[in-house]
């Protein structure tokens, strides 16, 4: 199993743990990862030496089947690296999956040997079986009339405690970053001792920007939305502790209270199996403003929890119904009041750049972030739309629509969205402030727009000057 960019990569993690399981040997090699810090990922479909390396090394372990897992922005990197695996000579079958694959398939036709769309579990085994009984494992699979190549849309897992934990053996796990090779790799995806958990699969909204929206099409009908048991959860937990020094749980569950009966059992046996010596336990998850709930966020609070990222994604009626959010700013305020009460962080997600937001939407969001009972730990999550192939607003809205609004104008949007965490600027009129763009730019002169990085003080410098300077008129 290749993963692209990311080293935690728990679906090919567990394929590997699965196949192990069966009896097939089986590698992970991580091509690539992300730096959590720059948020930048280190290869790219460029990356020469890189590509050359991580062929070598898949003709170095001699597979029958080669799988590369890829998130959509991979794509190309995808496409990249099995064109450079076939022309290193290596004719084994390649299989495209995971939400890259899922979401693009004419993208994924253009390179693999096979397309798994959805959830790859039954396929690998079906594959694996195939090739044991010693005959090609596309005999049994059909091709899409649209494709040449064979392809399979794999079945949902029903009884997700069936699965094994993620493979992190570091003798059978490799890393390719920046062309050198890195054997026996058993890191976590990070260097601040956080392990990665998922409780559930799939998730019970389907927003229109997400690729949750492309999958719940994919199933139909079916049940999506599924919860492994709290024992298993707590057993996969032991595990971790008992092999690494765990110091955080990151939570990647699309929705972790959505279920709160399941969410209490969770904060009671939590404190039961993790009891750490000499220093807090922690962990963090995401949550929809739908499902907060007092007793729960208590129960959370008690168990450890210490950063909850609350997805809002807009201030404005219109831009929520077109992200099919499911929630409204009354909502949005309810949940957030109910956070307020507790002490951990709260992180306030949004999404920027939409290029069908007005500018009346666009005052909607300030005017929201700017009423919400924040606590001085609060802080913004700000990310500007992306248009992920196959969801429902891809219908809608062009990636390069997207993009062309990221500008000085974006930046100064997005900062004012920022200013609203900012507990010296809160007795200001941020509203209005956000509409005299054209102000801001007679104070800031030739400073704006701004050369610098935005992750730096000095992007920032002439928007906090005029802010503290009461977001003077001429």
Not at 208 to 218: D, F, I, K, W
């Amino acid at each position: 199993m290749l993963s692209l960019n990311d080293r935690g990569n728990l679906g090919a993690r567990q394929l590997v743990a699965l196949a192990k399981r069966e009896g097939h040997r089986a590698y992970l090699v991580n091509v690539g990862e992300y730096n959590h810090q720059t948020y930048e990922f280190s290869e790219r479909a460029d990356s020469a030496a890189t590509l050359d390396a991580a062929a070598w090394l898949v003709g170095h372990l001699h597979p029958d089947l080669i799988g590369i897992s890829y998130r959509s922005s991979m794509a190309e990197l995808a496409e990249a690296l099995a064109k450079r695996i076939r022309a290193a000579g290596i004719e084994a079958m390649i299989i495209a999956g995971g939400i890259g694959a899922t979401s693009d398939v004419a993208q994924a036709a253009r390179w693999a040997s096979f397309i798994c769309e959805g959830e790859g579990e039954g396929v690998l085994m079906e594959l694996l079986s195939d090739l044991s009984e010693g005959y090609g494992p596309v005999i049994r699979h059909e091709r899409k009339e649209r494709f040449s190549v064979a392809m399979s849309t794999g079945g949902l897992q029903t009884d997700l405690d069936a699965l094994p934990f993620p493979d992190y053996d570091p003798e059978t796990t490799f890393s390719v970053v920046s062309g050198q090779v890195v054997n026996q790799d058993g890191r976590l995806d990070n260097d601040i001792g956080a392990y990665t958990l998922l409780t559930s699969r799939g998730c019970p909204r389907a927003c229109s920007y997400c690729h949750n929206s492309t999958v719940h099409e994919l199933y139909r009908g079916q049940k999506y939305c599924r919860q492994r048991s709290v024992g298993h959860v707590m057993e996969e937990i032991a595990w971790a502790l008992g092999r690494w020094d765990v110091k955080l749980l990151s939570i990647y569950d699309d929705l972790f209270i959505a279920n709160p009966e399941w969410a209490l059992e969770f904060c009671r046996r939590l404190k039961e199996t993790w009891k750490p010596e000499g220093r807090a336990r922690r962990f963090w998850c995401f949550a929809h403003p739908r499902y907060v709930r007092a007793d729960v966020i208590e129960a959370l609070c008690d168990a450890g929890m210490e950063e909850i990222c609350l997805g809002v994604q807009s201030g404005s009626e219109r831009i929520l119904k077109q992200y099919k959010r499911g929630t409204s700013r009354e909502q949005v305020m309810e949940a957030c009041e109910v956070l307020a009460r507790f002490p951990m962080t709260v992180k306030i997600d949004i999404i920027s750049a939409n290029p069908t937001e007005t500018q009346e939407d666009i005052l909607a969001t300030m005017d929201l972030l700017h009423r919400l009972p924040k606590r001085d730990h609060w802080h913004p999550g700000l990310s500007r739309l992306t248009i992920f192939p196959g969801s429902e607003l891809s219908r809608e809205i062009t990636q390069e629509q997207c993009e062309a609004l990221h500008g000085p104008k974006q930046d100064f949007i997005d900062g004012m969205y920022r200013a609203a965490f900012v507990p010296r600027w809160k007795g200001l009129d941020l509203v209005g402030a956000l509409d005299r763009y054209d102000d801001f730019l007679l104070f800031a002169k030739d400073r704006w727009p701004n050369r610098e990085p935005m992750s730096s003080d000095g992007h920032w410098r002439p928007l906090t000057e005029w802010l503290d300077a009461g977001a003077p008129k001429p």
